[in-house]
């Protein structure tokens, strides 16, 4: 391995300070997969009807097909960084970039709803792999602050846009193709980056100490599973009682009986109750292990510090906010708008455009102003867009409401995504880069999870209270305007409450962040690549 200073040199460069001659060619491989991991949370959101009513998957664990996705990728996070730091985080994204390929494969051949969510569950386990090898090559690479900059302003810009660009691409494939190439349009581009890694990318370890923490890495993905498990029945009990519900109902009215049935709450299920105790108990178990085992899978150390402790809780709140914000976008311009797939891709451009805008500006100016006054305003933009798609009806047209709303949306995401992605490694050595990347990645796709969960339990809920409302006035619950209405009722709850949790992850960066723009990484430790 050659050694080289990650410190930036004051004068004429030595061949020791050289920094690597490809580092933006490899950026740009490393982009191809960052925006694979990323868009494929919600590539498939789109396809939802179609993947649905061609596997015969009911709208109560239709989530799943997200959800598995997200609820892997969150769990082996934090041993697909430990695995990078001490494996070799080439070598560990050259495999997870072929496992994903894989894992894409059997998801595009799926025969059912086991084989999907099997597929899309796979597809995360080797997103584990994959993301924090990505992010932690770029901290190795990018050693001068402003380049590195640049490069965290290009992953923010893919953090933040490559959800919508998913979106637009699901529509594409759906209506053009087959939902099946939402799954097998990965393979070229994972392929195409494996060839072009393999001579462009260099490989870096970690030194010291690189013994493995099993007990640690079972502990917590076993318990974010079971806490995700638990607010996911929570939903889909919601969605079950609301349906017997919305039945009993018709009949009764059908019977002239003015009795109205009204559902009970989700969070009456006892079971999901249990999983989400127990999966608490298991992170803290996890904690306890980590503070006393020699060489743990989540130093401490890394969550404990203030200004990185506050960009991962920040990131958990946008992280639930954003995923559920698209779930329910999607739908909204489906089943609501009744725009063809691509059409709705295409109207979830704006999020994708706001980012590049906001992302670009970013890069320039967290080095001058530092990361915190960007991640609170950029949490406040995108509440603000997501507080204006509250306002959306049954015929809302897109430029009025969802047009600006996205737009501010996105703008907020990029100046937030581009900050984040500096502030998680703010401090952290070059022995804990993988950690302390993939822990940025667990909690945003762990938020992403509960969020779906939560805000689906909500969405739910509010269905049902205004269909009671309106059937209490006489109305025919067969009638499709009160149907529409209905769910415009549930999504637009569902992007307050997501409106309101950006709000938390802005006042979580303006309390604990604060590091200035002298704390921003500079790669103070050496930097070991070969």
Known sequence: MTHASSTPAAGPETAATEPYEKRWLALGVIAMTVLLVILDATIVNIALPAVSTDLGITAASQQWIVTAYTLTFGGFLLLGGRIADYWGRKRTYLVGAAGFAVASALGGIAQNEAMLFAARALQGVFGALLAPASLALLTVLFTDPRERAKAFGVYGAIAGGGSAVG????????????????????LPVALLAIVLAVPIVPESKAPGDTRYDIPGAVLITLGLASIVYGFTRVAEAS???????????ARAAAQGDPTLVTPDSGWTDGAAWLFIVVGLVLVALFVLLEMRTRNPLLPMRIVLDRNRGGAYLTSTLVGAGLIGAFFFLSLYFQQVLGYEPVVAGLASLPTTLGVFVSAGAASALVPRVGPKPLMVLGGLLAAAGLFTLSFVGVDTGFWVLPFPGQLLLGLGLGFTFVPLSNLALVGAGEHDAGAASAMLNATQQVGASIGTAVLA?????????????????????????????????GY????????????????AAAVLVKATKEDLPSGDAPVHVG
């Open 167 to 186: 979106l637009l691409l699901g529509g594409v494939l759906t209506e053009y193709a087959d939902w099946r190439w939402c799954f097998w349009v990965n």
């Open 239 to 249: 969605q079950t009682n609301a349906a017997e519900a919305a039945a009993a109902n």
């Open 492 to 507: 637009t709850t569902a992007f307050t409450w997501a409106a309101g949790l950006l709000v938390l992850g802005a006042v």
């Open 457 to 489: 339990s909500l969405s739910v809920g509010a269905v049902s209270a205004y269909t009671a409302d309106v059937l209490t006035s006489g109305a025919d619950p067969q009638d499709p305007a009160v149907g529409l209405a209905a769910q415009v009722e």
